[in-house]
């Protein structure tokens, strides 16, 4: 195996190597590997010492941000107070000025003391207890070697780290499954302990060893937990339970969050009490030594057994499961189950896991539960998308706010407060703000902020104000707005530019709506604008193409039965196209082009209307490209380039195309259609180069809308579909656009 070691993130310190339950299930006294047996009852001083230094020079060396300990045993309570401090001094020391340091502390709480919790306090320890459920549960498995029950005394340690002064030290309750317990009287048990976490376990298990199944079922522990999440969804899910919680993240194209699912490369070494390292404590599951690597602090760095094959092979992720997971539509929320639970002799970890049929059910069933409410209503409502299009616009505004205050100086604070005054006295603004090209310049000014451009905090300024005086201009207003201008050109976006011919090349303007018009002072010179959209006496107005506009009568663009666009050759932001925006057409080619794309659009309502339709309700602006289209880039929803040549078909295909091309790019801005962690590829039906399933998707999103025109394309889809259906990169969104793909393709046959 090749490429560079994964770094430890997290490390299990073995501190006490006994425990003071009996428990049955306990994968280290009740196992394959005895290992323990050898080893010291509890951490020496110099392997304490050892490990601290290697974990700093691993840290360091890999610029690591933060790191875990985990406190572990055995029982790591028995290495008493004293015991547990010096670890705690060793560590911070070796640590400080190195990373951040995460400490926390995994037991079974029956010597859990205030004196312990002070300590914990002092270092910021935090305390995870492991509580199987209501006594009848928890006595189970978790009991003394008597047989006498330690449910009482977990319930005093619940309480006392529940106490005011030590709260904030509370990590939550591990509960490991069983399926002879009674879910919802589990569940029940661990919330009325109103902890702030709940992780449940899978016992361990391997295809030679493997779980119980009381009732035969192949589903049984899927059965279970889906009647625990039940439960829990019907409560409100009032507590995080980090199982459910990874597993609709991942249906939802994020990371997992536990190492027990998902694909995530392993970050995690384990430290014994006598130095050695080793892999995975779960492995002891397995056979006598799996987990062994052959390292110890003493003389092995952390990227030693960072490189060892074992840990390698859990780094690998899709590539590191079985053909079987790998084909499987499951696997990136499952990950192929952990790695311990695949283990079968002869075969050792290159199978499924034992609990395949469990894990497959669970997601499965997870997704059907919640599917309805995770998907975007985006991605099945055109209005919706716009609405959240445009909180997109404005969070990204209210970041820029953010960025520039105290940094944006009088001409920021001055231009935000006469926005927040016009938008209080009506909706003008939010109109200006929904102009697709408002979406670039909040990116690039954002990205000159965090770039450190020179002007950074005083160019974003001036656009604010342009949009302003665009807004009372639009509303009529009677508001003086002052808008800065360069280069002898003020320019109002969605309303139009002014060549100020007699004024100075840099400066700022007064921008005043008037009876049927605007005034604009520049300096000694006053220019009257009759109407906005009547270009004339150095005004250029932002054509419209569309025949019901009075805007376009009077310009020559009007063309009947075209949709009310803007054709935007204006915006300095426009220029964000893969192909270059051309400049200013003059009236006679603006007209010219206005003609040919009115026909495009007779073209696509005579032989697509359902297309031509949700296009019409979708575009707001055109701009003319130097070179081929259609093109969508760095702007909000609605805009699209075009190619200036072209007939009234060819321009009908571009049309079509670069509608679907840019909802399924405005889908992607505000929801998660697929993950963009794997490493798949699928066939592509119009090419020979496989692709990923993001590739695949948009390319039969944008097909499957060209039926009309390229009739070959209506069966490129069904096979895209086709292979989607199997895809394990695709969200629960992502699922849903396929189905709807699904019924736009049959209903076109």
């Known amino acids: 195996m090749t490429g560079p070691v994964v770094p430890f993130r997290e490390i299990v310190l073995k501190v006490h190597s006994r425990c003071d339950l009996a428990c049955d299930h306990c994968y280290i006294y009740e196992h394959a590997d005895q290992s323990w047996r050898t080893r010291p009852k509890a951490i020496s001083d110099e392997a304490i010492f050892w490990t601290a230094l290697r974990l700093a020079e691993h840290a360091k060396k890999h610029a690591l941000p933060s790191v875990s300990v985990i406190l572990h045993g055995g029982e790591p309570l028995l290495a008493g107070p004293d015991r547990l401090r010096r670890i705690c001094e060793e560590l911070t020391k070796a640590l400080d000025g190195v990373s951040a340091l995460d400490l926390r502390i995994h037991t079974n709480g029956l010597q859990l003391s205030p004196r312990h919790l002070d300590l914990f306090d002092e270092f910021d320890v935090k305390v995870g207890i492991s509580l199987d459920g209501d006594k009848a549960a928890n006595d189970r498995h978790r009991r003394f070697a008597d047989g006498r029950s330690s449910h009482p005394l977990v319930l005093r340690a619940v309480e006392l780290l529940k106490q005011d002064r030590y709260r904030h030290l509370d990590l939550g309750l591990l509960c490991t499954i069983d399926v002879a317990n009674d879910p919802v009287a589990v569940l029940d048990a661990l919330m009325e302990l109103d902890p702030p976490r709940i992780d449940f376990l899978l016992p361990h298990a391997t295809w030679d060893e493997p779980p119980a199944r009381p009732d035969g079922s192949p589903t049984a522990y899927a059965d279970w937990i889906l009647t625990v999440f039940d439960r829990w969804d019907r409560q409100g899910r009032r507590v995080p339970v980090r199982l459910f919680e990874s597993v609709l993240s991942t249906l939802s194209g994020g990371p997992s969050l536990t190492e027990s699912l998902g694909l995530a490369p392993t970050d995690l070494v384990v430290v014994e009490t006598d130095g050695t390292l080793e892999q995975v404590d779960s492995l002891k599951s397995a056979y006598e030594g799996a987990a062994a690597t052959g390292f110890d ?117 001055r231009a935000w407060e006469l926005a927040a005054a016009v938008e209080r006295r009506c909706d003008g603004l939010d109109d200006v703000l929904a102009h697709p090209y408002t979406r670039g310049w909040l990116l690039g000014a954002l990205d000159a902020l965090h770039e450190e451009r020179p002007g950074a905090t005083t160019a974003p300024a001036a656009r604010l104000s342009a949009s302003v005086a665009a807004a009372v201009v639009r509303a009529g207003i009677d508001r003086p707005v002052p808008v800065p201008y360069e280069d002898g050109v003020l320019l109002l976006p969605t309303v139009g530019e002014l060549r100020l011919t007699g004024a100075a090349e840099r400066g700022t303007a007064s921008v005043r709506p008037v009876e049927k018009g605007f005034l604009v002072r520049a300096g000694d010179q006053e220019l009257r604008i009759g109407r906005p959209g009547d270009p004339g006496d150095g005004w250029r107005p932002v054509r419209r193409l569309g025949g019901d506009t009075a805007g376009a009568v009077r310009q020559g663009l009007a063309r009947d039965g075209a949709p009310d666009l803007a054709i935007d050759d204006l915006d300095p932001y426009r220029d964000c196209f893969a192909s270059p925006a051309l400049p200013p057409l003059a009236l006679a080619a603006a007209a010219d082009w206005a003609g040919r794309l009115a026909g495009a659009w007779g073209v696509l309502r005579e032989r697509a209307p359902e297309q031509a339709a949700a296009a019409a309700l979708s575009l707001t602006t055109l701009t003319p490209l130097a070179g081929p289209g259609p093109s969508v880039g760095r702007h909000g929803l609605g805009a699209l380039g075009l190619p200036l040549h072209g007939d009234a078909g060819e321009l009908a295909l571009a049309l079509l195309r670069g509608h679907r091309r840019a909802r399924f790019q405005g889908l992607l801005e505000v929801t998660d259609l697929y993950a963009e962690d794997g490493c798949w590829s699928h066939p592509a039906p119009w090419q020979e180069a496989p692709v990923a399933a993001s590739q695949l998707l948009a390319g039969a999103y944008e097909r499957a809308g060209l039926g009309a025109f390229e009739p070959h394309s209506a069966e490129q889809v069904r096979r895209a579909l086709e292979t989607l259906e199997g895809a394990a990169e695709l969200t629960v969104g992502g699922k849903r656009l396929l189905a709807l793909l699904g019924e736009e393709a049959d209903g076109g046959r």
């Open 297 to 413: 602090v003493y003389d092995h760095s952390f990227d030693e057994v960072a490189a060892h094959p074992g840990v390698r092979a859990r780094q690998l992720g899709l590539a590191g499961v079985s053909e079987t997971c790998r084909r499987c539509p499951v696997v990136r929320s499952c990950g192929g189950g952990l790695y311990t639970h695949r283990y079968r002799s002869g075969s050792e970890f290159d199978n499924t896991s034992v609990y395949c049929t469990d894990l497959e059910a669970l997601v499965r069933g997870i997704e059907r539960r919640t599917a309805a409410a995770s998907v975007s209503p985006a991605v099945t409502d055109d209005a919706a998308l716009a609405d959240e299009q445009h909180e997109l616009t404005r969070l990204l505004l209210a970041e820029l706010n953010g960025e520039l205050a105290g940094r944006g100086g009088e001409e920021w604070a």
